[in-house]
C-alpha cells in the first residue's frame, strides 16, 4: 500500500466530490476505510460486510437491529454485516470514519 498513512485532512477534503457522502480513502484486499458524513438524514441499508465506525465529531443516536443508543466524538460502534443501522438525530458537525473488512456475509 503507498499511502499507509494519511489525515483526515485528505478524506475531508475530498468528501462530495462525486456526490456522495462518504469518500474511500484508503483501500488494501477486503479493508476499506471511509470518511462519512451525512446530511440531514442517513439512508444507509444492511451492508455485505463487517464495520466500524470510529466518530470523529458530532453527537446522535445510532439505531442497530431495533436498539437505540447515543453516540458522541471517540465513540467506537461495530455492526456486523447485514443488520439495519443508520445514525439519527445528529448535529450538522457530525462524520465519522468507517472501516468494512471481512468475507462477504460478514466474519462468523
Same mark, same amino acid.
Given at each position: 500500500m503507498k499511502d499507509w498513512i494519511l489525515p483526515l485532512s485528505h478524506f475531508q477534503e475530498r468528501l462530495g466530490e462525486d456526490g456522495k457522502?462518504?469518500?474511500?480513502?484508503?483501500?488494501h484486499g477486503s479493508m476499506t476505510v471511509e470518511l462519512?458524513?451525512?446530511?440531514?438524514?442517513?439512508? /444507509?441499508?444492511?451492508?455485505?460486510?463487517?464495520?466500524?465506525?470510529?466518530?470523529?465529531?458530532?453527537?446522535g443516536t445510532f439505531f442497530k437491529d431495533g436498539e437505540r443508543r447515543p453516540f458522541g466524538p471517540g465513540d467506537v460502534i461495530f455492526v456486523e454485516a447485514g443488520l439495519e443501522h443508520r445514525f439519527e438525530d445528529f448535529s450538522e458537525d457530525f462524520e465519522t470514519w468507517v472501516v468494512?473488512?471481512?468475507? /462477504?456475509g460478514g466474519e462468523r
Open positions: 457522502r462518504f469518500f474511500v480513502g484508503m483501500a462519512y458524513k451525512p446530511i440531514g438524514r442517513d439512508p /444507509q441499508t444492511p451492508h455485505t460486510q463487517d464495520e466500524l465506525y470510529f466518530v470523529v465529531a458530532g453527537s468494512f473488512w471481512g468475507p /462477504q
